[in-house]
């Protein structure tokens, strides 16, 4: 336990940790439902008493672990009111780690207030394994480029922080990071990747979608491609708010087959954000003869429910996507993001932001905070 923690926060996270680190492969990593509910329901149960404004939040809803039965009824906070609340199950003394949301200095940043990183590396590193690196025998090592700067250069990252989380454990000495902070040199990630191609290892391309356009308009505009070694792969994230240009996903996977010789059933799309501890990712590596679908860890669930009933929505229909990460054990564990989706067997995929509803939902929800769910 750590010194001073709050003892029944410490027994939460001993069962955590203690699935956390069970052997996992990609061809064997199950769900364990009743093992998920019982976590989920016990952790609910643990926030609804020690956040009072989560509190307040889910009594406007009459719900409080006497009335929840499963964890499809924990009520979902709006990430966008973590950019007005601070909701954690901690003293503030006991911050430890902040991740920002990334904005402009003028721009109001969402935050994830951590009192440990334990649970949140322990989360990672399993699922970027099974998804990204499915096809490594075990304990084999990879070379990494990083298209995002280093955990140092921006410690309020929480990519970043990843990236320097999985570089030590799955890449080779000739892994590192290829950008600086605000700054995207072509010239730097030409040479980065052309040394990989050079060497005639496989290596796993990581980072941000924005540094992938900036890559494949570098090599586009010199009428250049770089063929990287059979069984390399790329796995990018994020979008392309705020910037110059939007390039669907579709187009910028092509792109990156024809510039850097990663088919597209080698490319990862990872579904993150800094609210949450742990990630969701594509298939196609992990399952390769499935439909691409998102999954994440066994503690961790995606809803995709109906925006005026709040029911599950059936296969193939538009929702809202609601996610229950355990590893949020420090603050709230059930997150409503603003994404819209839809539900792919036992998966699901991501349709894109939903127009208007994160400053919504964000009003309404720190309204009913704020005043007690009147």
């Not at 964890?71 to 966008?80: D, G, L, Q, S, Y």
């Not at 356009?213 to 505009?221: C, G, I």
Request: charged share 25%; net charge negative.
């Amino acid at each position: 336990m750590r010194p001073g923690s709050d003892p029944a926060r410490a027994r939460l996270d001993a069962k955590l940790l203690e699935w956390m680190r069970e052997p996992a492969s990609p061809e064997c990593w199950p769900q364990d439902e009743a093992r998920f509910d019982g976590l989920a329901l016990e952790l609910f149960a643990f926030q609804f008493e020690r956040i009072a404004a989560y509190r307040s939040f889910c009594e406007g809803r009459g719900r409080t672990p006497r009335t929840v039965t499963t964890w499809r009824e924990i009520p979902a906070v709006p990430t966008a009111v973590l950019k007005e609340l601070s909701l954690r199950s901690f003293d503030a003394g006991r911050i430890a780690h902040v991740f920002r949301t990334s904005g402009t200095s003028a721009a109001v940043r969402g935050a994830l207030e951590l009192d440990t990183l334990e649970l949140y590396e322990a989360s990672l590193e399993p699922t970027f394994r099974v998804h990204v690196l499915a096809d490594l025998a075990p304990g084999e090592r990879i070379e990494m480029r990083i298209l995002a700067p280093s955990a140092a250069a921006v410690p309020d990252s929480s990519l970043s922080h990843m990236f320097a989380t999985l570089l030590p454990r799955f890449g080779t000495r000739e892994s590192g990071f290829d950008l600086a902070p605000d700054t995207v040199d072509p010239e730097a990630l030409v040479a980065s990747l052309r040394g990989a191609a050079e060497r005639g290892r496989r290596v796993a391309v990581c980072g941000t979608a924005f540094a992938f356009v900036h890559l494949v308009d570098s090599l586009a505009a010199r009428g250049e491609r770089i063929v990287l070694a059979e069984g390399s792969r790329v796995m990018e994230t994020g979008g392309f708010k705020g910037r110059s240009r939007e390039v669907g996903r579709g187009e910028l996977h092509a792109a990156i087959e024809h510039c850097l010789g990663v088919p597209v059933s080698r490319i990862v799309n990872q579904y993150g954000m800094t609210e949450l501890a742990s990630q969701f990712y594509d298939t196609p590596l992990r399952f390769p003869e499935g439909p691409r679908r998102k999954l994440g860890p066994p503690w961790a669930r995606v809803r995709v429910v109906d925006p005026v009933t709040g029911d599950d929505a059936r296969e193939g229909e538009h929702g809202m996507i609601v996610v229950v990460d355990l590893a949020n054990a420090g603050g709230v564990c059930a997150l409503l993001p603003a994404d819209v989706g839809r539900r792919v067997g036992d998966g699901f995929e991501v349709l894109g932001r939903a127009e208007g509803a994160e400053a919504r939902g964000c009003s309404i929800a720190a309204d009913e905070i704020l005043g007690g769910g009147a």
